[in-house]
């Protein structure tokens, strides 16, 4: 059976296992922007922790996904066999891109302007919100573009532990041997990962002021 | 001295253990321009930024309108002191009106007030609003940033401003130009300036008292007269080099 064919027979599966994969990786990734954007401000307050904070992600990262999930597994409240799993490994995944871009942002700000910010009487909590992010919104955002492209991707393994998603259909297309069925992962899951990179693009132009975009 | 707005009683500043700054004891009258000089290193900043609580004294004190700058709320005194710096740091992500008119929006001053405000500023420095209210600080050249930054420091109509070399990356053509305008603006305005150079002929531009700061130390202060007469050998090497 060909690729279209074998779409068109099973088309009210594919979009089900596709909005899991959304629902999955747009889950994961709010939870890795709502840790790790205050992660990588506080990471600028306190400069002394940067290197066992970034460490720490570092090596997450480096841990193969297949090898992470397995290791989640048995862990109490965060493991066991289904898409819970799979979202906090897809947390952990994104947390690396987003601390680093939210820290390297926010300290690439120009220090006469904070030097400015502050001598003209503004708290520290109003330099954090109308000077720091503001001007580190593109690179923070372009962190959270990573990390929504990589958890696509990564996103796919879930399967492999009831997670469901699109990694459905490349886990049974490889065991039948069937290209067909393994595309219809693998092609849905490319167009997400292209959708989401554009959009969140299109996102970070709008916010770089340096194009004099938004206010 | 009577009317003094700005004490520096026995001020030091010093961090682990090497001294910056002082003792060093200064008054700057109400509505006198008092202009640091001395070379890089002299303490000129250091003792600048003693004033609006971005350092405070390791030893002595600094009292603004009578009180230490331990015991102000360093938010409140920074809003009633404007603060140019050489890099201006305008905001690159705002307009010239945002810039201009962001303190007054801190202190939650209504739109419009603010607008007329800003207007009011941009035509006092000389950069018609209609042409530069809604340019973005890249598309400014550097006196005209500088313009900004000054008119950024006046906008909540602060008794103090603080200028820490403000001109010394414009073109000499426009330096003398926005020197002449920023002594006549400040006058008029009564405002008590404290303008840290290294530039003698700036310095005698502005002053009407000028204190001499080298290593850390104050060497010479008197008013710009008595700084031109004055026998002291410092000063008058400083003269010379003009």
Redesign the interface.
């Known amino acids: 059976m060909s690729f279209w064919a074998y779409l068109a027979a099973n088309r009210a599966e594919v979009l089900q296992h596709t909005w899991e994969h959304v629902w999955m990786v747009a889950l994961s990734s709010g939870c890795a922007v709502a840790i790790g954007v205050p992660a990588g401000i506080l990471l600028t307050r306190r400069p002394a922790w940067r290197a066992w904070v970034l460490g720490f992600a570092n090596v997450v990262q480096t841990i193969p996904s297949l090898a992470l999930f397995g290791f989640l597994i048995p862990l109490p409240f965060i493991g066991g066999i289904g898409a819970r799993t799979a979202i906090v490994a897809l947390v952990l995944y994104g947390l690396l891109p987003i601390i680093r871009n939210t820290f390297s942002g926010i300290t690439s700000v120009d220090p006469a302007v904070r030097e400015a910010a502050r001598g003209m009487g503004m708290t520290d909590a109003q330099i954090l919100w109308i000077v720091e992010l503001r001007l580190a919104a593109p690179v923070i955002l372009a962190g959270v573009r990573i990390a929504v492209v990589l958890g696509v991707g990564i996103g796919t393994i879930a399967a492999a532990i009831g997670g469901g998603g699109l990694g459905e259909f490349i886990f049974r297309g490889v065991a039948m041997v069937n290209h067909a069925v393994i595309l219809a992962g693998a092609v849905p899951a490319a167009l997400l990962a292209l959708l989401a990179d554009g959009a969140l693009h299109l996102l970070e132009r709008r916010l770089d002021w340096r194009r004099g975009g938004a206010p | 001295m009577a009317g003094a707005l700005i004490q520096f009683q026995d001020a030091v500043y010093g961090v682990g253990g090497r001294t910056l700054l002082g003792p060093l004891s200064l008054e700057v009258a109400q509505g006198e321009t008092l202009v640091l000089l001395g070379p890089s290193g002299a303490g000129k900043t250091t003792a600048l930024r003693l004033v609006?609580a971005?350092l405070l004294p390791s030893e002595g004190e600094v009292q603004v309108a009578g009180r230490s700058t331990r015991q102000w709320d360093?938010?409140?005194?920074?809003?009633?002191?404007?603060?140019v710096?050489q890099?201006?740091?305008?905001?690159?992500?705002l307009t010239v009106e945002?810039n201009v008119g962001?303190?007054p929006r801190?202190e939650g001053w209504p739109a419009r007030r603010i607008r007329e405000r800003v207007r009011e500023l941009l035509d006092l420095v000389g950069l018609p609003p209609a042409d530069f209210a809604r340019r973005?600080p890249?598309e400014l050249s550097g006196g005209q940033r500088q313009r900004v930054g000054v008119a950024?420091?006046l906008a909540a109509d602060p008794p103090i401003l603080?200028c820490d070399e403000p001109f010394g990356a414009v073109d000499p053509v426009a330096r003398q130009e926005l020197q002449l305008e920023f002594g006549a603006l400040t006058a008029r305005l009564g405002k008590t300036v404290v303008f840290v150079t290294h530039d003698v002929r700036e310095a005698m531009t502005l002053a009407r008292r000028v204190a001499l700061l080298e290593q850390g130390r104050l060497v010479f202060v008197g008013t710009v007269e008595a700084f031109a007469a004055t026998p002291d050998p410092r000063v008058a090497r400083l003269r010379e080099l003009r």
Request: glycine share 10%; no cysteine; charged share 20%.
């Open positions: 609006n971005l360093p938010v409140r005194l920074r809003r009633g002191i404007g603060y710096i890099e201006i740091g305008l905001f690159p992500h945002r962001l303190v801190l973005m890249h950024r420091a603080l």
